[in-house]
């Protein structure tokens, strides 16, 4: 795990993140923004967002572990997708400038853009891989230099297998986490016999966190696109894998991988296909399986880097059900596309 990532969790006693709207600091600096303004948190996984219903702007407060570098190279992805057509927050200047600053984290404005989360239907989720693809179009003709996240969804199994030990210290004390993580140490071996190496599948740059939300909705019945923060130049099958990922589990984690429809996968990679004006490669195809699977063992390699890691694993919705399927899908792996 990343050095910087590692600080991160740890934290500073003298000077800890801004993990919150109600931060003195950060009330200051909306103040400074839009005087007067109301506000309402967005929420967010790392970063805090916060809306500024009068001017119609989200400020963004990017975690320490954000580098400059990368915070400006996303707001050019943003207004490159802008040009092309695309619906985005678009990246704002205050006094001219494109970063601020609260408290040593990195600051950012961008137009707010109304939308909604799609209900999880067949319906909704054929729109999100027909935006995917759409996206997915766009991107491939983007060049910028995208310094790497520090955090992912990503990780070969070589990577999975140097992080297990860390998790499986940390829930030592735990029987029912130490259960889960030998269930991971048992899929790894697995995982690397299907694995595909991503130096012989397409790769550019992708959303790194397709969802429903992520690819929403708006009153008019258009696509927005939201949340980039985990972009990075990957292979694309990841992107589709990682939406079926979530698909499969479902938003109350209650889905299973023996009781999915996987019928329905195939319309789905078609929807995508179309948008992006692609097809799938055979090798891509061959990928599909395992790249699923490694998504619920990302989560659970990862636990050891977690302030709370036994909940992690015993957590029905990122632990327990997220790891039965992928071992499901080690044991299936023509499932998904038949």
Same mark, same amino acid.
């Given at each position: 795990m990343?050095?910087?990532?590692r600080?991160?969790?740890?934290?500073?006693?003298?000077?800890?993140?801004?993990?919150?709207?109600d931060?003195p600091?950060?009330?200051?600096?909306l103040?400074?923004?839009?005087?007067g303004?109301?506000?309402?948190?967005?929420?967010?996984?790392?970063c805090?967002? #916060? &809306?500024?219903?009068e !001017?119609?702007?989200?400020? *963004?407060v990017? +975690?320490?572990? /954000?580098?400059?570098?990368?915070?400006?190279?996303?707001q050019?992805?943003?207004?490159?997708?802008?040009?092309?057509?695309l619906?985005?927050?678009?990246?704002?200047?205050?006094?001219g400038?494109p970063l601020?600053r609260?408290?040593?984290?990195?600051?950012?404005?961008?137009?707010?853009?109304?939308?909604?989360?799609?209900?999880?239907t067949?319906e909704s989720?054929?729109?999100?891989?027909?935006?995917?693809g759409?996206?997915?179009?766009?991107?491939?003709?983007?060049e910028?230099a995208?310094?790497?996240?520090?955090?992912?969804?990503?990780?070969?199994p070589?990577?999975?297998?140097?992080?297990?030990?860390?998790?499986?210290?940390?829930v030592?004390?735990?029987?029912?986490?130490t259960?889960?993580?030998a269930? #991971? &140490?048992?899929?790894l !071996?697995?995982l690397r016999? *299907?694995?595909? +190496?991503?130096? /012989?599948?397409?790769?550019?740059?992708?959303?790194?966190?397709v969802?429903?939300?992520?690819?929403?909705?708006t009153?008019e019945?258009?696509?927005?696109?939201l949340?980039?923060?985990?972009?990075?130049?990957?292979?694309?099958?990841?992107?589709?894998a990682?939406?079926?990922a979530?698909?499969?589990?479902?938003?109350?984690?209650s889905?299973?991988?023996?009781?999915?429809?996987?019928?329905?996968?195939?319309?789905?990679?078609?929807?995508?296909?179309?948008?992006?004006?692609?097809?799938?490669?055979?090798?891509?195809?061959?990928?599909?399986t395992?790249?699923?699977?490694?998504?619920?063992?990302?989560?659970?390699?990862?636990?050891?880097?977690?302030?709370?890691p036994?909940?992690?694993?015993?957590?029905?919705?990122d632990?327990?059900?997220?790891?039965?399927?992928?071992?499901?899908?080690?044991?299936?792996p023509?499932?998904?596309?038949g």
């Amino acid at each position: 795990m990343n050095a910087r990532m590692r600080r991160w969790w740890q934290g500073d006693p003298a000077s800890p993140e801004v993990t919150s709207p109600d931060d003195p600091d950060l009330r200051r600096l909306l103040e400074r923004v839009a005087p007067g303004s109301e506000t309402s948190d967005l929420g967010g996984c790392f970063c805090v967002n #916060v &809306r500024l219903p009068e !001017p119609g702007l989200v400020v *963004r407060v990017q +975690p320490r572990f /954000v580098s400059r570098q990368r915070v400006l190279a996303l707001q050019d992805i943003r207004r490159q997708l802008a040009r092309r057509g695309l619906l985005v927050g678009t990246p704002r200047t205050w006094r001219g400038r494109p970063l601020l600053r609260c408290r040593g984290c990195l600051v950012e404005l961008e137009t707010y853009v109304p939308h909604a989360k799609p209900e999880a239907t067949c319906e909704s989720y054929t729109w999100m891989f027909r935006g995917m693809g759409r996206l997915h179009r766009e991107l491939a003709q983007i060049e910028v230099a995208l310094p790497r996240p520090v955090v992912s969804t990503y990780a070969p199994p070589g990577s999975l297998h140097r992080w297990l030990p860390a998790a499986e210290r940390a829930v030592a004390h735990d029987p029912v986490a130490t259960d889960m993580a030998a269930l #991971v &140490r048992r899929l790894l !071996p697995v995982l690397r016999r *299907r694995w595909v +190496p991503a130096s /012989v599948l397409p790769r550019h740059l992708i959303h790194g966190d397709v969802r429903l939300g992520n690819i929403g909705l708006t009153p008019e019945i258009e696509t927005p696109y939201l949340d980039f923060g985990f972009a990075a130049v990957r292979p694309r099958i990841h992107e589709l894998a990682y939406a079926l990922a979530w698909v499969i589990l479902r938003p109350d984690g209650s889905g299973t991988a023996d009781t999915f429809c996987w019928d329905k996968v195939p319309a789905l990679v078609e929807e995508y296909e179309d948008a992006a004006g692609t097809v799938l490669t055979p090798v891509e195809r061959k990928a599909l399986t395992p790249y699923i699977a490694a998504v619920p063992l990302y989560h659970a390699a990862t636990v050891g880097f977690h302030a709370d890691p036994v909940a992690q694993l015993r957590d029905d919705r990122d632990g327990n059900a997220f790891l039965r399927i992928s071992e499901w899908l080690l044991a299936n792996p023509a499932a998904p596309l038949g």
